[in-house]
Structures are given as structure tokens and as C-alpha cells.
């Protein structure tokens, strides 16, 4: 069953009361309320492990933003719908046939929402008040409060409405006639529905295989005798284990003659990984074993593939100029190696762009495609031989090769040439034309 973390004003957990019973079928909703903004990140790290995924109020999630820039885990927000906000103004507009509604301010309206559009349908002369570009921070409450106070006493609006729970007393023993709006119970079960389907995708994406295939480095290991090679396998075996205790992540190690599986589930290789950025098993495993290791990482929808993934990595890492890690994914994306600038993400699979081109210009497939995905990680079309080494792993004159077969083929041609010293032979810089044209 989905679990779903809801992070909500203390003073809005009255509208949640019939929503977690209309979705217990599918979904176990753990209410989290906070009194002010500066609780919310400490309420989302003690339970991002315990729930699936997180909805959140929008002050919140605006604010968790600001400081962490990404989430952890899915991450939603209670949103009220243009169709209840309109719904909202035209029960005004009936109950109060003489409002004007250029003296009503709204305190969830911005850019952000493009207005809810109200700009669309309404004269620029009876746009209501809308809220000023505060920073969320903590002090957000009280610098909307303070505008709406204001425009209340400057005698400038007639109404309210609100979307901040946590002001409506204040609105209240100020005076100031207001309407506090939160999506509707049906509204917010409808959210959640989509949410909770999403969510059950993401989980069933995340419980694919994954497996690590972890081999011991060729260390002078003809030298060595069969004690020597058993005694490096305890000890890969011991650093194992203990890594999997200390990050508290569970995984399956079995041992073949010359290397160890790892076997896990894509959520928890995210994990090890730092959501496929750099692997922290290898970094363990190098600070804690006197010799070298190479692994790489495979996922697949069966222990088959998965397990045929994880050994090509592997093969990538030991064939690497560098230490790093490799993934090969169930859609044969191949990303690494980890935590190296050169890090690439690419494809292993043809279209007929890229047979084309590998037939125009002799080059294989393979190498295109990562050729288009140092283009792709550098965001230009510009490379020197240098930097197409740097990337791919290979050699200086290896890249040349592969850059002028792409300038006689009419692929590439050279802009200028750098000369960086006052000596020796300047660098040519070629530009690239691998862009698709569908």
C-alpha cells in the first residue's frame, strides 16, 4: 500500500478529516502539521524513509525549495483548481451583486499561477488586489497579514480572500471581512487519486532488479598464490557486509569463483548511488581494501537481464581510464563513470539517425552516440581532440582519428585553430553537426 506524508498547516487539518478514509483502499495518509515553515524540513527528513511519497502545502513546498532545490523523495502540493477558484468568484459575484472586485485582494495570486488567468476575463480596472513578491521564509505569514491589514485600514479593499490558514484569526480579530479558501474535500481526494496512481507507478519502477557486479582489480595476480586470492575475497566479502550495515540498505551478496553479485532493487540503488551520480560502495570499498575493485551496476525488469546489464557495466569500468562506476538500465541507458567529470549518459540503442550517420562517416554506432552525448553534457557543438579523449577514455590520437573522419564525411569542420603555447602545434577545434532532423 502507498504511503503518503502530508505536510500541512496545523490550522488546515480540518479540512483533511474524510479525505484519509476515502483513500485507505489505496493509500495510508500520515498527517505531519507544522505551526510555522521552519519546522517543515525536519518533518520531511524523518519521514522521507517512512512514506512513499510527500503533498504539501504550497507555502511549503515553495520554501523547501528555496533550500534544498530538489527533493528526495516524489513531492506534490495541495493545489485549488482554477474550476474552484472560479466557481469561488462567481458565488460572490451572485451573493454580492455590488462587489467590485477591484477592491477585493487576493493573497495567492502571482505570477507563479499566472493569476489563474483572471487577467484574461477580467478589465484591467476591476483587477483585484494581488499579493507582492515576498521571499517564503518564515516571516511570510506576517508580511501577507501585514498587506492585507494595511490595505484593510487605507480603506482601499472590501474583502479578503485567503488561502494561508494560519492568518484567519488574525483577519478575524482585525475585522476584515474574508474568505478562506482550501481545495475541497472532493477536490483533494481527486488529487490524491492521481498522486497515489503515480506514486504506484514510481514503486513498481523502483522494485525492479538491481544487481552489482563487483570483481577484484589484476593486481600482479599471477604472482599470487591461491591463499593470497582467497584472502583478498574475505576481505572484499568482510567490506561488504559492513557497508551494507553502516548505509543501512539490505542487499542480497553472493559470491562466483571470480567476483561477488549484489542484489538489490532500483530504489535502493538510487541509494548507493546518490541517485546514479556516484557510488558510495566504491568509495568505501577503496578506502577500505588495499587493493583495486571494479563494479558495475545492471537493472532489469528479470534477474536475467538485470544480471546481463550489471557484468557489461563491469566490463566498462574495468576497460575505464578511471576508478568509476558504470550502469547499464532495463531501457539500455548507459550512465558513468560515476563521480568523474567525464561522466556520460547515453543510449545503447540505433535509430536511424544514428545508422545513418555511422554509415556516412564509417564510425561505429557506439561511437556517436557517445560522441552526441559529450555534445549533449557540454551543451555545444565544439570540441577539441583533447576534450573528446577526456570524455570517451581514449587517446589523443584516437580522437583525432574519429574527428576527421567526421570533417571529411562533412559532419564537422574546424573553426580555427588555438594555440595556446608559443611553441608546439595549435589545437584544432572542430564544430559538430549530430543533431537529428526528425
Given at each position: 500500500m502507498i504511503r503518503l506524508g502530508a505536510i500541512i498547516a496545523q490550522h488546515s487539518l480540518k479540512e483533511l478529516t474524510t479525505v484519509p478514509a476515502r483513500v485507505s483502499d489505496t493509500c495510508e495518509v500520515v498527517l505531519l502539521p507544522y505551526h510555522r515553515l521552519h519546522e517543515t524540513p525536519d518533518l520531511y527528513r524523518q519521514n522521507e524513509q517512512l512514506v512513499d511519497g510527500f503533498v504539501l502545502t504550497e507555502l511549503a513546498y515553495f520554501y523547501l525549495t528555496d533550500q534544498w532545490g530538489s527533493f528526495t523523495v516524489p513531492t506534490y502540493t495541495f493545489q485549488i483548481s482554477e474550476q474552484e477558484f472560479y466557481k469561488k468568484l462567481f458565488q460572490l459575484s451572485m451573493n454580492h451583486r455590488d462587489l467590485d472586485f477591484s477592491r477585493v485582494y487576493i493573497d495567492f495570486l502571482s505570477k507563479y499561477n499566472n493569476f489563474f488567468g483572471i487577467k484574461e476575463v477580467i478589465h484591467a480596472d476591476s483587477m483585484p488586489y494581488t499579493v507582492s513578491p515576498f521571499p517564503v521564509t518564515d516571516k511570510i505569514h506576517e508580511e501577507v497579514l501585514n498587506e492585507h491589514i494595511q490595505l484593510w485600514q487605507e480603506g482601499k479593499i472590501d474583502l479578503s480572500l485567503?488561502?494561508?490558514?494560519?492568518?484567519?484569526?488574525?483577519?478575524?480579530?482585525?475585522?476584515?471581512?474574508?474568505?478562506?479558501?482550501?481545495?475541497?474535500?472532493?477536490?483533494?481526494?481527486?488529487?490524491?487519486?492521481?498522486?497515489?496512481?503515480?506514486?504506484?507507478?514510481?514503486?513498481?519502477?523502483?522494485?525492479?532488479?538491481?544487481?552489482?557486479?563487483?570483481?577484484?582489480?589484476?593486481?600482479?595476480?599471477?604472482?599470487?598464490?591461491?591463499?593470497?586470492?582467497?584472502?583478498?575475497?574475505?576481505?572484499?566479502?568482510?567490506?561488504?557486509l559492513e557497508f551494507s550495515t553502516e548505509q543501512k540498505v539490505p542487499f542480497i551478496i553472493q559470491k562466483s569463483n571470480n567476483s561477488f553479485e549484489i542484489i538489490s532493487s532500483f530504489k535502493d540503488l538510487k541509494t548507493l548511488t546518490d541517485n546514479l551520480t556516484q557510488c558510495l560502495l566504491l568509495t568505501y570499498l577503496e578506502k577500505t581494501l588495499p587493493f583495486p575493485v571494479h563494479i558495475g551496476w545492471g537493472v532489469g525488469n528479470s534477474m536475467y537481464k538485470a544480471r546481463i546489464n550489471a557484468q557489461s557495466a563491469n566490463s566498462m569500468s574495468f576497460a575505464s581510464k578511471t576508478s568509476g562506476t558504470f550502469v547499464v538500465t532495463d531501457s539500455d541507458?548507459?550512465?558513468?563513470?560515476?563521480?568523474?567529470?567525464?561522466?556520460?549518459?547515453?543510449?545503447?540503442?540505433?535509430?536511424?539517425?544514428?545508422?545513418?550517420?555511422?554509415?556516412?562517416?564509417?564510425?561505429?554506432?557506439?561511437?556517436?552516440?557517445?560522441?552526441?552525448?559529450?555534445?549533449?553534457?557540454?551543451?555545444?557543438?565544439?570540441?577539441?581532440?583533447?576534450?573528446?579523449?577526456?570524455?570517451l577514455g581514449i587517446t589523443v590520437r584516437s580522437a583525432n582519428r574519429m574527428l576527421n573522419q567526421l570533417e571529411e564525411k562533412g559532419v564537422a569542420r574546424i573553426l580555427y585553430k588555438k594555440q595556446e603555447k608559443l611553441r608546439g602545434r595549435p589545437k584544432k577545434i572542430y564544430q559538430i553537426q549530430l543533431t537529428s532532423e526528425e
Open positions: 485567503t488561502r494561508m490558514s494560519n492568518i484567519v484569526q488574525d483577519l478575524t480579530t482585525q475585522g476584515i471581512p474574508h474568505i478562506y479558501l482550501f481545495p475541497s474535500p472532493d477536490s483533494i481526494v481527486q488529487q490524491f487519486e492521481h498522486i497515489i496512481s503515480e506514486l504506484a507507478a514510481i514503486k513498481l519502477a523502483e522494485s525492479r532488479i538491481a544487481i552489482g557486479h563487483v570483481t577484484m582489480g589484476s593486481m600482479e595476480t599471477a604472482k599470487e598464490s591461491l591463499n593470497e586470492w582467497e584472502l583478498r575475497q574475505m576481505l572484499l566479502h568482510k567490506s561488504l541507458q548507459i550512465i558513468g563513470p560515476l563521480g568523474e567529470e567525464s561522466c556520460l549518459t547515453y543510449r545503447n540503442q540505433v535509430n536511424e539517425f544514428v545508422q545513418r550517420k555511422s554509415e556516412e562517416t564509417d564510425l561505429s554506432t557506439l561511437q556517436l552516440q557517445k560522441i552526441m552525448a559529450v555534445l549533449a553534457k557540454t551543451e555545444r557543438n565544439e570540441l577539441t581532440a583533447e576534450e573528446l579523449a577526456y570524455h
